[in-house]
């Protein structure tokens, strides 16, 4: 994973946040790059925040993760 930075790459446009998240503070951003290559960036932000670091992730290691979270692997936590 690369290190946070902030939201400067032109790849990460849309992003979306999970309706569960509510209100306006410390929603959690995903978005997928423009550029065909499928890397996800997160940032923890409120609405109002657009310039909060990122954290860039490869695909692959996203579909890994998601894989994970439905085969119950973080419900311990």
């Given amino acids: 994973m690369s290190d946070p930075q902030l939201n400067t790459d032109p790849r990460f446009v849309t992003w979306m946040k999970s309706p ?39 695909r692959k290691s996203w579909d890994a993760f998601l894989a ?3 085969k119950g692997a973080f419900d311990h936590i």
């Fill in 20 to 58: 569960e998240s509510g209100g306006n503070e410390g929603c959690l951003y995903v978005s997928v790059a423009n550029d065909g290559s499928g890397d996800v960036a997160l940032s923890e932000r409120s609405d109002a925040s657009v310039d909060a670091p990122i954290q860039v992730v490869p």
């Fill in 68 to 70: 994970g979270a439905r």
